[in-house]
């Protein structure tokens, strides 16, 4: 008999706690779409989510709502200034892979080829900046030089944190899968890429500590 109650308080605490990572999860995704509409408030707006994130990883307690918006406004002016350079560069990107669907051959390879590279890389050194954001603090240069030596460094996990993010092309493609993406489609990508960062971080908060003991001894 106990043994019975055990495995059904077990099972009522895993759907609890199941709940209440999709409520999370929901709740981010809305917020970070909602600030993300006006394009320039990408960068503050991703940092806010990571910051969440991790917050949900590390099992703090707090209102979702209130993290994310505290995160948004003391973030808003570095996040969005090193977020600018991106823009411009993703934009290009953009506009040749319009011209390439609308006009198929105007654009030869020898400009593709490179924008599509330059693309790429770009994302790869993107997707480290809002989270190094959320976790550490530092000037505009220090958090640029750490985003590109983690991007280079942990190579294999920046590609496996870039395949995460073609999730939410394949939700939103069709009408059925739309739903989807406009309740998960950035918050789950994104929890994935946090637990592929996460280790790295936690050395990184380690090192301080190690450098300390060794002082002492």
Known sequence: MEQRQSRLQGENNL???VSTMLTNLLLINFLTLLTCLPVITIG???TAMHDCLQQILRKEDGYIARRFFKSFRSNFKQAT???LPFLLIFSGVVADVIIMLTSPGLLPNYILIPAGVAGLLT????Q????ILARFSGSSGLVLRMTFLLATARFP???LMAATLVLPYFAARSILTLPL???????????IGACLYRPVFRELEE??????????V
Do not use: D, H, Y
């Open 181 to 191: 993406f406009l309740m998960f489609g950035i918050s789950v990508p994104g929890m």
């Open 15 to 17: 759907v609890i706690r």
């Open 128 to 131: 480290w900046l809002c989270p």
């Open 123 to 126: 994302l790869f050194i993107f």
């Open 44 to 46: 503050a707006s991703l």
């Open 207 to 216: 090192e301080p500590e190690q450098e300390n003991n060794r002082i002492n």
């Open 157 to 159: 996990r920046t590609v």
């Open 81 to 83: 200034l090193l977020w």
